[in-house]
């Protein structure tokens, strides 16, 4: 059972910075697609960040600039840097992968709280 598990949440003052973390139980490099996406309360989840197999990023037009995705497959993790966050950054942040036998997985998510 492959399983994926987000860290690096907390609260933080907008402006501010943090870096979340998604460590996969197997190797990363049998995804061929990762991503982050993001769940307010009462909010549907949304992508907010993707990457390839080949290392193709994309980002949602709300963090394009002041996010950034990157993969290491040595170490099965995923990343998720974030600058300049505003409040309306803050939500649940789950990691998600497919495989390339057509599998979905999803992390349990972290919190992130973006607030003075």
């Known amino acids: 059972q492959v399983q994926l598990v987000e860290s690096g949440g907390d609260l933080v003052q907008p402006g501010g910075s943090l870096t979340l973390s998604c460590t996969a139980s197997?190797?990363?490099?049998?995804?061929?697609?990762m991503a982050w996406y993001r769940q307010g309360p009462g909010q549907q989840r949304d992508l907010v960040a993707r990457?390839?197999?080949?290392?193709?990023?994309a980002y949602s037009d709300s963090v394009k600039g002041r996010f950034t995705i990157s993969r290491d497959n040595d170490r099965n993790m995923l990343y998720l840097q974030m600058n300049d966050l505003k409040p309306e950054d803050s939500a649940t942040y789950f990691c998600?992968?497919?495989?390339?036998?057509?599998?979905?997985?999803w992390g349990q998510g972290t919190q992130v709280t973006v607030s003075s």
């Open positions: 197997t190797r990363t490099h049998t995804f061929y697609f």
């Open positions: 998600h992968a497919n495989d390339y036998a057509g599998h979905v997985y």
């Open positions: 990457i390839t197999a080949l290392d193709s990023t």
